[in-house]
């Protein structure tokens, strides 16, 4: 007997969808905020940047080979969280070692950065990357929507970042030491609470606990069960290899796509504190909340689009939201004004949150369900070395403008606009119809039956 279909999430698939915006609540601030605003107690923005690019870079390779293994992990659920539990302890550390304001530093500088460094590594792999591969295997087809709620964490992330600015250096004006650890509690209390209800809650796949994929009741649990087991075993026999998905040309329109998208919004954002001052009269705490709250609209809103209209049409107009700041930006700098500035930064947290939406919904959309793990760990950490780059290309460009830092900005929202542009014309190029040839292709060489599961994708 059928059961009601439900258009809801279920209270499982909320419980996911809230550990995930834990971890990329996790991602951002334990990674951000000592370099945005921390980074002079650490050894400078120059060592605390480097550590940033490089974990990163370290990142991707992990998730490259963890891409490699996923027919033959038993649990992403568990290893999510091994390395969670590495992330957590290696935030609390961090925020736990003192600093010496007789020398101005961190009095274990080297210690501190040993556990930036890990911490960079593990958070991204949890909060990001793990995470992520369970909210494709739940939500395959409701993964846009899925994605645009849990995102919300980037522009809250970046939202707070005024107020935890002002909390953690406030003693300085009293001579006393910035109250790092007081100002990290509320994300670390977060992070710790997520953490926990991934241990307790969470599974692999939605038929271990008996829920349903997409939340889809209208299927029998036999069926589900079915499906998941099916599914486990195609994984193992997948013929999307490394080398198919490598020279699959839309395997790199999506993950450049995607790294462009991460560059104009994390590596802008890491900034905004440089960018927001050089306009007079403009209060980065309010610019900043304006950006949460328009990015959590934003997050939402191209998440409902992907689900609603497609993941291509929806990645189109994401990066159409990049053109626009960065012709707002360009025109600030042009009168002086702090209004179209604000502006564009508005436009940068609509699509924040989509930046990491999309190697989600881009690698479920257009593979094969049992394909989605292995395309997505390419995908993703090819984007991701982007977003480590971000950060620095985002600081050069600012540098160009000399001693003018007004000048510096300009050059950020010019060079926005112009990979604005690279980004619609790539996913212009997607074809949708060439990845179904391909699999045709490669399944029919490995001896499997050929159908129309990859035809009705939006």
């Not at 279920?10 to 969808?17: E, N, Q, S, Y």
């Not at 390395?83 to 609390?92: D, E, N, S, T």
């Not at 050069?396 to 060079?415: D, H, P, W």
Request: hydrophobic share 50%.
């Amino acid at each position: 007997m059928q059961q009601k279909k439900s258009m809801g999430f279920g209270a499982r698939g909320w419980i996911l969808i809230f550990v995930m915006f834990t971890g990329m609540v996790s991602f951002m601030v334990f990674r951000n905020y000592p370099v945005n605003i921390l980074s002079d107690f650490y050894g400078g923005a120059t060592i605390t940047g480097m550590l940033l690019t490089v974990g990163s870079i370290v990142g991707v390779v992990i998730q490259l080979i963890l891409s490699r293994l996923f027919g033959r992990i038993k649990s992403v659920k568990r290893l999510a969280c091994f390395i969670g539990l590495i992330a957590i302890v290696c935030a609390y550390a961090m925020c736990l070692i003192p600093i010496d304001m007789s020398i101005g530093q961190c009095s274990m500088a080297g210690l501190w950065q040993v556990l930036f460094f890990i911490e960079n590594v593990s958070v991204t792999t949890y909060g990001v990357f793990l995470l992520s591969v369970l909210a494709g295997q739940w939500f395959p087809r409701r993964k846009g929507t899925v994605m645009g709620i849990a995102t919300i964490a980037f522009p809250f992330a970046n939202g707070m970042t005024g107020l935890f600015a002002t909390s953690a250096m406030s003693p300085l004006a009293t001579g006393n030491a910035p109250a790092v650890f007081k100002s990290f509690l509320p994300f670390l209390i977060l992070a710790t609470v997520g953490f926990i209800v991934c241990i307790i809650a969470l599974t692999d796949y939605p038929e271990q606990v008996g829920a349903f994929r997409d939340n889809d009741k209208s299927l029998t649990p036999e069926v589900a069960k079915q499906m998941m087991e099916e599914e486990i075993e195609n994984k193992r026999t997948t013929v999307w290899t490394a080398g198919h998905i490598l020279t699959c040309r839309e395997m790199w329109f999506a993950a450049v796509y995607c790294g462009i998208l991460l560059i104009g919004s994390s590596g802008v954002m890491t900034q905004s504190s440089a960018i927001v001052g050089a306009f007079e009269g403009l209060n980065y705490t309010m610019v900043m909340l304006g950006v949460a709250v328009a990015g959590a609209i934003g997050s939402y809103t191209v998440g409902v689009l992907d689900t609603a209209f497609g993941t291509k049409r929806a990645m189109i107009i994401g990066m159409s939201l990049m053109i626009i700041a960065g012709i707002l930006g360009v025109a600030a700098v042009a009168t002086g004004a702090g209004a179209p500035l604000a502006a564009a930064m508005i436009f940068i947290a609509l699509y924040m949150g989509a930046s990491s939406n999309f190697s989600v919904s881009v690698s479920a959309q257009y593979w094969r369900r049992e394909d989605f793990p292995g395309v997505f760990g390419v995908i993703n950490p090819i984007s991701n070395i982007f977003e480590a780059a971000g950060p620095t290309i985002i600081i050069v460009l600012i540098g160009t403008g000399g001693a003018s830092t007004m000048m510096g900005v300009r050059s950020v929202f010019i060079f926005l606009t112009i990979i604005g542009v690279i980004g619609v014309a790539l996913m212009c190029m997607f074809s949708k119809k060439h990845i179904k040839s391909l699999d045709d292709k490669y399944r029919a060489a490995a001896g499997k039956p050929l159908d129309d599961a990859l035809a009705d994708r939006k």
